[in-house]
């Protein structure tokens, strides 16, 4: 999963990205981690402006269970 949401085109990937931004949020509220949590949120409005999320906002994101 980490090499299809950061390798492919975004444009079928984008409610995939932000389920998993969800979820990494949540987790990362959790444990404290800001860094993580801004890059959740950037993801999250990324993807309901409709606009791809950056790629550094993603890597942080799929790396959060690596």
């Known amino acids: 999963m980490t090499m299809a949401l950061l390798g492919q085109d975004q444009s079928g990937q984008?409610?995939?990205?932000?389920?998993?931004?969800?979820?990494?949020?949540?987790a990362a509220n959790e444990l404290g981690d800001t860094d993580t949590v801004d890059a959740c949120r950037r993801?999250?409005?990324?993807?309901?402006?409709?606009?791809p999320p950056a790629t550094s906002d993603m890597a942080v994101v799929v790396a959060f269970f690596g």
């Open 14 to 26: 984008e409610s995939a990205s932000g389920d998993t931004a969800w979820a990494v949020l949540e």
């Open 43 to 51: 993801v999250i409005d990324a993807n309901l402006r409709g606009d």
